[in-house]
């Protein structure tokens, strides 16, 4: 056995009923393939203590106690600051008698914290929070029959080889500039496209592209109802209405649902339209819509692509093939979702949650 290994209780009774049964160290080190030093101690530390497992240890005290790590737990827990402080400014400002490595232990293991990437969420006021809660309670007892009939939909924006994060390539050093170890870049600059698009339950709708609009680019409520609510909106209303009878259609509070959207919305509330619109939808909830996943596997559908789009006319074309391949077996695991999803902002209490 190698020297600093603990002998197992077992090997150690077994020495003390030798011992006692009248053999000598030597022979009990020859029976039991130990040390007869060790055997001896075994035995000598049974007479004086009666114990056979070894006596605790004092070992070297640690440098920061229980009361350093409750407040250097209280310290990094302040502020948005002091949890994202390098740990060498901790040290500074704790007057801490560690290394960054001794640190990073502590707060690791002892205090169980994690150096993790921030979520990005939006800030919700208290007003939001009220107005999310409530949501969430009103339809917390729905069931698949409520949700599948319900119509999410929402835009999405996405520019050409903007949205590539750090790319790994193998290659030596001296491969750094070659054409299959490099990306080229766009002298043109990034070119943005928007589209919209709607779920229902084991259904996708058209994935519309929004044309460029003037000034400032975004879009307006005229646009809106001309291209969006009197097009693909329209059309896939009133086939989920032919296919699985009245259906809840969903609008967020953008300001271009609002204005002459209203009058046109109204216009088709007398035709059977229902829905939360601005106003009724709570505020700052993506979490609650489902599409908002869907553009993410969109997206990352795009980037998976060997050939990233450069151009315009390229990346519309990647976001309808993507599009079209999604599977209605995922978008149903999303509305599968809803009441996961609700309960998340009744335990946050109308807070941000993981959706």
Known sequence: MSRGNELPDTIRSQIIALKEAGFSYPE?????????????????????????????????????????????????????????????????????????KTLHKYITKDLRFGRRIEHRKPFLSS????????????????????????????????????????IWVWRYPEEAFLEDCMRGTVISGFRKVKVWG???????????????????????????????MDGEMFDFWTQSSEEVGCVLMMED???????????????????????????TWPSNSPDLNPIENLWHILRSNIRKRKVQPRTKESLIQALQEEWEKLDVELVNKLYD???????????????????
């Open 127 to 166: 007003a939001q929070k009220a107005a999310r809660l409530e949501f969430a309670k009103k339809y917390i007892n729905w069931g698949p029959e409520e949700w599948q009939r319900v119509v999410w939909f929402d835009e999405m924006s996405m520019q050409t080889d903007a949205n590539v994060g750090r």
């Open 337 to 355: 979702s809803m009441p996961r999803r609700l309960q998340a902002v009744i335990a946050a209490k109308g807070g941000s949650t993981k959706y």
């Open 28 to 100: 009990i080190s020859a029976q039991l393939c130990v040390n007869s030093k060790t055997a001896r101690k075994v035995y000598l530390r049974w007479e004086e203590y009666r114990c056979i497992s070894s006596q605790p240890r004092s070992g070297r005290p640690k440098s920061l106690d229980k009361h350093d790590l409750r407040r250097l737990k209280q310290y990094i827990t302040t502020d948005r600051t002091t949890r994202r402080q390098p740990l060498g400014e901790i040290i500074v400002n704790q007057h801490l008698p560690v290394s960054t």
């Open 253 to 279: 509070g953008a300001p271009y649902h609002k204005g002459c959207a209203t009058a046109r919305r109204k216009e088709l509330e007398g035709m059977g339209w229902i829905g939360w619109g601005p106003g």
């Open 198 to 228: 709607a779920m229902r339950y084991g259904c996708l709708s058209k994935l519309v592209v929004i044309p460029e609009g003037e000034g400032d680019g975004k879009m307006n409520a005229v646009e809106y109802r001309d291209i969006i």
